[in-house]
């Protein structure tokens, strides 16, 4: 057998990620799916041949560290305080639920403490990579439930920095006894403190030095030795590779450099990570997943209904609109790639054996590969669930859908004719609410984000708290008197309803609803609506008036382009 070289090692390995990456994107899957498909393909086959696991697992470590690093520098506390209220409490709470549900259950089915904790937690774990790239192909990046979902993928994000920490220190526990663990803590918030301190005073100053320098290459080095060194140091003193690159990317976010560091490591981080997840699928072999296939369908179920509870339970209590929690809590049931990175460490670190390892990442592949559908279901379950309740359950359907408060007492504002409903109250149905009332034409703001709507009456806004489908709340808003409807919300099936009870309520009313794809225009069209407006396309119109302009093309030629424009667009 002929051992390979380096060069021929990343040759192979990046080829068949490609095809896997390339495999996934077609399907309309995560690339990290054909990723780990590739490695699977290698680990099976082609490993056999040219024993490449040794070189791989090196290289897959430095995936682990950039990987690390990168994104603690992407660490985003602006828009955790956002919705800080509910994702702080929620993504603790979810995490400890899933973690103390997961060590009481699992043990049921033969796993011993140890291997039920680590699974728990690796379970906990949502897939941050997954859900910002749906939201954003739907545009519900901005939405309630979008904000909830990034804020409570934060949170997880942060959470595995404890992990880390704690999971390797309690498997010492046995050994050591509780002092060890103790020991482990503190060496590791020392180890914080100190990082953090020294970095806030000296990374910046050191970085900036090199910036003035103009040489990209130079910063590209830096910042590669000092991620690479803190990682380095946190393995000599008993701790992770990933817990010293996390904590360095943290360091380095606080200087003014943070985005020229990121754009410069962002490649290298995303060769190295490549490797990672190609390292992990070499020992997921098809005979473990066919042997195996029902109880990884077993753990891959119970774990999407057990989050979906547990998130949905909490956004209940923490008392946000059944819509919301339904929509959040489809959307986060999946294990996400955190996960991978916990299991590698367990595995490396001989924390959990090849069969937890492999079950770990089945379960993660298996729930990532369901992600799409449930998202795009969930809209379409709210309503299911909420026709089924008013039907079946009356008492469920009052309290948990009809969610809007006509026995407030601003009900005299309600007292409306010839008025806008306007569904949403987000960028945009905000912006058309402000230009509403510098001009003086009435209007009402229908959310279910009801910080969103105590917040407008504080100002003195006719707002009402309630589902825009709900015909009901429609009613109250007194659709049948108003004159314009804005649909200023972005999900398919929730758009259609808002258009259907609105003509039921009122077939003369006007109807303006925003759009985020295309292929979306011709079915509103045939629903009824008057005016569809998809924001993309007039920012292109605006910026192609401002182009024109700039090279001196006079407004008739401007106006007749702009038309033919929207005529091929399918306005007319």
């Known amino acids: 057998m002929v051992n390979l070289s380096l060069v021929w090692t990343i040759a192979i390995v990046s080829g068949l990620a490609f095809l896997g990456g390339f495999l996934a994107k077609k399907l309309k899957q995560s690339t990290i799916i054909g990723y780990l498909l590739a490695g699977i393909l290698l680990g099976s086959w082609l490993i056999s041949y040219f024993k490449a696991a040794e070189i791989l697992t090196g290289l897959a470590e430095i995936g682990v560290a950039f990987l690390m690093f990168t994104i603690g520098l992407e660490l985003s506390f ?43 937690a690796a379970f906990s774990l949502s897939s941050t990579a997954v859900v910002v790239k749906i939201l954003s192909e739907k545009g519900e990046l901005d939405a309630l439930h979008g904000e909830i979902m990034l804020g409570w993928l934060l949170i997880q994000d942060l959470a595995v920095l404890p992990m880390v920490i704690i ?43 090199i910036a003035d320098l103009k040489a990209r290459e130079l910063l590209l080095l830096a910042v590669v030795a000092i991620c690479l060194f803190l990682a380095l140091l946190s393995a000599a003193l008993g701790l992770s590779i990933a817990l010293g690159a996390f904590l360095a990317g943290i360091i380095i976010s606080e200087s003014s450099e943070r985005h020229a560091v990121f754009s410069q490591m962002r490649p290298l981080r995303d060769i190295f990570s490549i490797l990672f997840f190609v390292s992990l699928g070499m020992f997921l072999t098809p005979k473990f997943l066919m042997i195996n296939l029902l109880q990884i369908l077993g753990l891959s179920l119970g774990v999407i209904l057990l989050k979906f509870l547990i998130i949905l339970i909490l956004i209940f209590y923490l008392g946000y609109h059944a819509k919301t929690g339904i929509l959040v809590s489809l959307g986060l049931v999946q294990v ?8 590698s460490l367990g595995m490396n670190q001989g924390l959990i054996d090849s069969q937890i390892y492999s079950l770990i ?6 729930t990532l590969l369901a992600t799409p559908g449930l998202i795009f279901i969930a809209p379409k379950l709210y309503l299911g669930l909420r026709k089924i309740s008013q039907k079946h359950f009356p008492k469920i359907y009052s ?13 005299a504002g309600l007292d409306l004719e010839n008025h806008v409903v306007i569904c949403g109250y987000g960028r945009v149905g905000s912006w058309i609410a402000r230009a509403l009332r510098m001009i003086g034409i009435p209007f009402v703001v229908i959310d279910y984000d009801h910080q969103v709507i105590n917040k407008l009456r504080e100002n003195d806004i006719s707002a009402l708290y309630g589902d825009p489908a709900d015909i009901d709340v429609l009613d109250y808003a007194q659709v049948e008197k108003a004159k314009v409807v804005v649909i200023a919300i972005p999900d398919e099936a929730t758009q259609e309803m808002v258009v259907a009870n609105c003509q039921t309520l009122n077939p003369q009313v006007k109807i303006i609803s925003k759009i985020h794809h295309k292929g979306d225009q011709s079915r509103l069209r045939a629903l009824g609506v008057t005016a569809i407006i998809q924001p993309e396309f007039e920012a292109a119109l605006s910026i192609i008036h401002r182009a024109l302009q700039f090279f001196g093309v006079n407004r008739e030629e401007i106006a007749s382009k702009i038309k033919r424009i929207k005529i091929e667009h399918g306005i007319k």
């Open 399 to 411: 309290r948990l859908f009809t969610r809007y408060d006509s026995f407030k007492p601003h009900a």
């Open 167 to 209: 999971l390797p220190a309690v498997a010492g526990v046995g050994d050591g006894g509780w002092g060890g663990l103790i020991i482990s803590v503190v060496k590791a918030a020392g180890f914080l403190i100190i990082a953090i301190l020294l970095g806030r005073k000296i990374l910046p100053f050191v970085l900036g030095k």
């Open 336 to 343: 996400g790639e955190f996960a991978f990175v916990l299991a």
């Open 361 to 366: 990442l089945s379960v993660a592949i298996l």
């Open 78 to 120: 602006k828009r955790l305080y956002r919705v800080r209220d509910i994702v702080l409490w929620g993504g603790i709470l979810e995490i400890l639920g899933v973690i103390v549900l997961g060590v009481l259950i699992l043990p049921v089915f033969g796993f011993d403490f140890y291997s039920s904790l680590f699974m728990a």
